[in-house]
């Protein structure tokens, strides 16, 4: 599963870092403009 996030901030980051840590096959793609 391909997952592509906005905007995530620094909590947000702590999140995906457990979700990917979770499901392995899942590939997390995260743009914070800054």
Same mark, same amino acid.
């Given at each position: $599963?391909?997952? *592509?996030i906005s905007?995530?901030g ?5 999140h995906?870092?457990? $979700? *990917? #840590?979770?499901? #392995?096959?899942?590939? *997390? ?6």
């Amino acid at each position: $599963m391909n997952i *592509l996030i906005s905007g995530f901030g620094n909590i947000g980051c702590r999140h995906a870092q457990a $979700m *990917l #840590k979770a499901k #392995k096959d899942w590939r *997390l793609f995260v743009i914070e403009p800054s």
